[in-house]
């Protein structure tokens, strides 16, 4: 059973093998100013590449004992995160030298994101919860307010307001000491990414029932992107 079945069933948290899969998950991110992407290969490893045409790989960090659904580079480039199924965070340099591992969450690590300003590094789990760490470590905060598993974090562009997207179908709204603001309903039958506009007066937010919506920061639905046949796994907000 391959990791698309994995993610395609994110609605009930199925966990299952996939050793039929070399590749594990594509998740590539560009880092603009050194043209460096990141990416996990396998259960175990995180390579970096330079974003050129051929994709050159720079080097292949190791030590996850399974697979790893997400990778976070930090805003000056020096520092990249992961995490995934064995629900630790491993933090490297970008010399590949591991400087930290934590023993993050109880369940599966979804995804990470770290602040605008690198002095936080956030991680979504489907253990209900979405902790807020500093990049040697140590625990800030952990936000527990909601009912299902966590998948959907984002930071907003001014870094002063997060946001969370679950599968109990809510969006929460959070400033950055933890405190709840608002708790937005989706009716989406679960939710499964959240991203800001570069304004950060926008939020979009992909589901399970295969839509993308807008929101505002106060909870008002401003459109729906109908037209995916699945759920949707990754979402991004561009423009002004």
Known sequence: MGIDHRIDNIGGVQKSESNDREVAVAAIKILKLQQIGIGIQGKRRIFLTQILLPLKLLRTFTGHPAIIFAVAISPDGKTIASAGDDKTIKIW????KLLHSINAHKEIIWKLAFSPDGQLLASASADRTVKLWQPDGRL???????AGGVLGFAFSPQGNIIASASQDDTIKLWKIDGTLLKTIQANSHGLTRVAFSPNGQ???TGSIDNQVKLWNLEGKLLKFLPGHQ???KSVIVTGK
């Open 93 to 96: 340099n970008f010399e590949g």
């Open 230 to 232: 699945g759920a949707i």
């Open 140 to 146: 800030v905060k952990t936000l527990t307010d909601h």
């Open 202 to 204: 926008i939020i979009a």
